[in-house]
């Protein structure tokens, strides 16, 4: 099993990014797609959830500027973050799991760091 994260970078505040994560070695339609953060000193957040069926749940701090997708031609998960803020920078996680007793599956990480 492998995810992919790739797309992070340094942006202004005010800018815009796009994730992803690429995966492989799962049955990528059946599993929830999670994207994590880690701010530097700060523990691990869940930002961003969908289901298989694309129902989706934001961290309330994220909520009307992010935006979780996914792409099951693709095997990819999509966040695309808006209206960046400098409270927003950590290295974002990917993270795919079929259901709650299931084993997790993480990728490496991108960092996002967003300046003022």
């Known amino acids: 099993v492998q995810l992919q994260a790739s797309g992070g970078g340094l942006v202004q505040s005010g800018g815009s990014l796009r994730l992803s994560c690429a995966t492989s070695g799962i049955v990528f339609s059946a599993h929830i797609m999670s994207w994590y953060r880690r701010a530097p000193g700060k523990q691990r957040e869940l930002v961003a959830t969908?289901?298989?069926?694309?129902?989706?749940n934001y961290l309330d701090a994220v909520k009307g500027r992010f935006t979780i997708s996914r792409d099951n031609t693709k095997s990819t998960v999509y966040l695309e973050m808006n209206s960046l803020q400098v409270e927003d920078t950590a290295v974002y996680y990917c993270?795919?799991?079929?259901?709650?007793?299931?084993?997790?599956?993480w990728g490496q990480g991108t960092l996002v760091t967003v300046s003022s």
């Open positions: 969908i289901t298989s069926r694309s129902n989706k």
């Open positions: 993270q795919a799991q079929r259901d709650t007793f299931a084993t997790a599956y």
